[in-house]
């Protein structure tokens, strides 16, 4: 199964009077091979060139590597996401942990998503509680040049009042 069909097949659509809810799956947008691009964040300490390379996927868990640039420096983490339902049917959360450490360092909900599964917009909660909580919006490799309008949109729409950082651009992948 392809992508395309992965990222529909994981798509819920429930039928309510007259308002029509989606439910986004977060294993959809982390499918196996995905280079997934953090464009804009509205985290406090910004890590530029920020992207996940989702190396092996489970119906339980995505393994990914995630390499940024902070302070001039390159950094590279071994990470792994369980899937988590929060607060709906389906899986649109994960717990990302280090592999091999004894505990999660985030929870990472996805909010929205645009162009089948091209751009989504992130809630990112850092553990242990408390120690901060902010918006990303990530964009597949395939359509970080030119994101879904609507996914901009809504990630502003969320991040309004807060300081919205750009971390990509085009050297960014000459970095990789």
């Not at 039928?15 to 977060?26: G, N, V, Y």
């Not at 489970?58 to 792994?80: C, M, P, Q, V």
């Amino acid at each position: 199964m392809d992508e395309t069909s992965t990222a529909v097949a994981a798509t819920l659509s429930i039928r309510c009077t007259t308002q029509r809810f989606k439910i986004h799956s977060l294993a959809a947008f982390y499918a196996a091979g995905a280079t997934i691009w953090i464009v804009n964040t509205t985290m406090l300490e910004p890590k530029y060139c920020e992207v996940d390379y989702v190396n092996h996927t489970s119906y339980k868990y995505a393994f990914f590597e995630r390499d940024y640039n902070k302070s001039g420096t390159k950094h590279k983490e071994i990470l792994a996401g369980m899937y988590t339902r929060m607060d709906s049917a389906t899986f649109n959360g994960m717990r990302v942990f280090q592999r091999n450490a004894p505990s999660f360092s985030s929870y990472e909900k996805l909010l929205s998503e645009y162009g089948n599964y091209a751009c989504g917009v992130f809630n990112v909660t850092l553990l242990p509680p408390s120690t901060g909580t902010y918006y990303d919006m990530r964009v597949k490799d395939s359509a970080v040049e030119n994101p879904h309008a609507s996914c901009l949109k809504k990630f502003e729409e969320l991040s309004r009042g807060e300081y919205i950082t750009n971390l990509f651009n085009n050297s960014c992948r000459k970095s990789r």
